[in-house]
C-alpha cells in the first residue's frame, strides 16, 4: 500500500493566488475586466470611431490593472477587509443612562 495513485495536495488551507494576485482581488479585476468590455460595446454602438474605443479601453485596462495590483500588493489577502470593518467601529460609546447594564445584570444572575 505504499504506492499510491492519488496525488496529495499540498495547498490545503491556503489562498487562491494567480500572477501574484491574492484572494478576492482576483475577482475585483474580472469585475473590472468585464466592466471595460460593457464600455467598450456602449462606445461602439454609440458611433465613437473604433480606434479611439480601443485606445480608451487599453488606457482604462491599464489603470485598472495597476491599481488592483496596488491593492492586492499593498493589503494582502485579508487586509482590504479588515481595513473597511475598522471603519465601522465606533471611535466612543456614550450611555446617559445605567439602565441598560442593570437589566443585562439582572438577567445574567
Known sequence: MANSIYKINKGINTSI?????????IWYLGGGLVGLMILFAIMYIIGINSFICVG????????????????SNTYGEHGMMKKVAKRSI??????????????????SK
Open 90 to 107: 465606533p471611535k466612543t460609546i456614550k450611555s446617559y443612562n445605567r439602565k441598560l447594564f442593570v437589566v443585562w445584570n439582572k438577567q
Open 17 to 25: 493566488e494567480f500572477k501574484g494576485l491574492k484572494a478576492q482581488y
Open 56 to 71: 480608451l479601453t487599453l488606457i482604462a485596462g491599464a489603470f485598472l490593472f495597476m491599481y488592483v495590483y496596488k491593492l
